[in-house]
T-cell receptor
């Protein structure tokens, strides 16, 4: 079974600074997807960024980028120019590429990110 | 386009009762999945439906069940509620079972007293 580990329960950063959230995962599969989701106080899970395992290039979405190290099974999220609206719980998630497990996401425990003005 | 709609937002039940939660996916989305979120266990996959068929099920007791209707709307039911069932129940939809982009609703917060 796949597992996802986020070793930082809480992180804080000054507004406009850069912060990196860590995530490691364990799997025996070679094809899969990795995601970072954000959960603000509204409770809705919002997709921040996704990475296909077969792609060597790291995904980027505006101020958000990832450092995907497949061999090390590491998938960190970098937030540049942090904004107050980035404050939320961040979850790392894994999804098998096998058809049977199409919509089953395995989540980490989350990292609560605080932005200091 | 409206997002994923979950009703009700909050629910209070007592032990032994049963509860039904509803999820309306984004228009055109045919796949719906459900997750349970608790402080202790985190986010755990419950089940997934596509074209009214359950495609995958997580490791939950038989008290947890669900179904999907022909319009892709989904319901989940929990019978004989236990205190440990208190959680945020999140629903997510996607275009199809093979599409990896999930869109989540804001959840139903269930409290069992």
């Amino acid at each position: 079974a796949q597992t996802v580990t986020q070793s930082q329960p809480e992180m804080s950063v000054q507004e406009a600074e850069t912060v990196t959230l860590s995530c490691t995962y364990d799997t025996s599969e070679s094809d899969y997807y990795l995601f970072w989701y954000k959960q603000p106080p509204s409770r809705q899970m919002i997709l921040v960024i996704r990475q296909e395992a077969y792609k060597q290039q790291n995904a980027t979405e505006n101020r958000f980028s990832v450092n995907f190290q497949k061999a090390a099974k590491s998938f960190s999220l970098k937030i540049s120019d942090s904004q107050l609206g980035d404050a939320a719980m961040y979850f790392c998630a894994y999804r098998s590429d096998r058809v049977q497990g199409a919509q089953k996401l395995v989540f980490g425990q989350g990292t609560r990110l605080t932005i200091n003005p | 386009k409206a997002g994923v709609t979950q009703t009700p937002r909050y629910l209070i039940k007592t032990r032994g009762q049963q509860v039904t939660l509803s999820c309306s996916p984004i228009s055109g989305h045919r796949s719906v999945s459900w997750y349970q979120q608790t402080p202790g266990q985190g986010l755990q996959f419950l089940f997934e439906y596509f074209s009214e068929t359950q495609r995958n099920k997580g490791n939950f007791p038989g008290r947890f069940s669900g179904r999907q209707f022909s319009n892709s709307r989904s319901e989940m039911n929990v019978s004989t509620l236990e205190l440990g069932d208190s959680a945020l129940y999140l629903c997510a939809s996607s275009l199809s079972w093979a599409n990896e982009k999930l869109f989540f609703g804001s959840g139903t917060q269930l409290s069992v007293l």
